[in-house]
């Protein structure tokens, strides 16, 4: 499940192969440019497959890496991971550094940045692989904030679409929702009128202090142009197969989001995956949620895996 490239498109590949002799796993480090920004990157593919489907991996909030992980705050690999278990399950994969996280984009960045830079980062992967004789499809994976990525850089090259614990709400509802359960009624209202004002004249004058680490003026573009997307609404313009994950253990995004975007999109598939977290890895002990952030010991979803490979395949 699952639009627009940048005229400005300066593919670099910077190519590096490494043959994994026993899975005959290739890995090329691409670096694809979007104008100025660089975005760095990794494929890896099944060298004895004459043809296979690439899955392209869109990341969620945060300065993200290719991996899955931001500097001190997440350490869990779980992007990496999952693309090795999909690579042995016969697929390609592409996973790249979020503009943000690559320290030579920061002085692109500094004028700000739009909820539209991402998708049109993704496009110019898409746009680089679309031609490539080696892969029979193209799969977008959009992971939390990259499910509204991805659904809004569907095209005609992309062939299957998957919300990974994507929210089914607009950010603001979202934000909103979510301080209410942590801080109560009260600050969720001030942050709902933030989010009003901020849509109605494109900035919040006075920012509540007890808020201003989200609404802080760097901020306010960006949710700006983020909030005007209902991710329900994009999903029910999805046509291509498309497929709805969620984990019961995630304390970011309930199942009950992917049950609404499934709800808007009745032809997409829906799975709820026991035990499985925001970060895809196994949860056996609620006290242990935490703490696989902060590690790549914890085992990724073997559900999760079977799961995007029947799709994909199917």
Do not use: C
């Not at 004895?48 to 500097?71: C, I």
């Amino acid at each position: 499940m699952k639009t627009k490239i940048n005229p400005f498109l300066f593919p670099i590949l910077l190519f590096s192969s490494i043959a994994f002799t026993q899975t005959n796993i290739i890995s090329e480090e691409l670096n694809l440019k979007n104008d100025s920004i660089t975005l760095p990157g990794t494929l890896t593919y099944n060298e004895g497959l004459k043809l296979q489907p690439l899955v392209v991996f869109v990341h969620g909030s945060g300065n993200v890496d290719r991996n899955g992980n931001q500097a001190a705050a997440v350490q869990a690999a779980y992007i990496k991971q999952l693309s090795e278990a999909l690579n042995h399950n016969g697929m390609a994969f592409y996973r790249y550094d979020k503009r943000t996280s690559v320290q030579a984009n920061m002085k692109f960045l500094m004028s700000g940045i739009t909820f539209s830079d991402f998708v049109e980062d993704v496009n110019i992967a898409i746009e680089h692989f679309n031609e490539d004789s080696r892969f029979s499809s193209i799969i977008l994976i959009g992971h939390s904030q990259g499910s509204l990525v991805g659904m809004l850089a569907v095209n005609e090259a992309v062939d299957k679409y998957i919300s990974l614990a994507g929210p089914a709400s607009s950010v603001d509802e979202t934000i909103t929702e979510q301080l209410r359960k942590r801080n109560g009624d009260s600050i969720a209202g001030i942050a709902a009128s933030h989010f009003k004002e901020l849509k109605a004249t494109g900035k919040i004058e006075n920012v509540n202090p007890m808020l201003f680490q989200i609404f802080n003026p760097q901020n306010q573009p960006f949710f700006k142009s983020w909030m005007t997307y209902n991710p329900k609404e994009e999903f029910k313009n999805i046509d291509i197969p498309s497929l709805v994950i969620n984990g019961t253990k995630d304390i970011q995004v309930p199942v009950e989001e992917a049950k609404a975007l499934h709800q808007a999109n009745p032809e997409s598939e829906l799975a709820i995956i026991e035990k499985m977290n925001h970060i895809l890895k196994h949860i056996e002990r609620d006290e242990d949620n935490f703490k696989s952030y902060s590690s790549p010991d914890f085992p990724l979803s073997e559900e999760l895996v079977n799961i995007i490979t029947d799709f994909v395949k199917q």
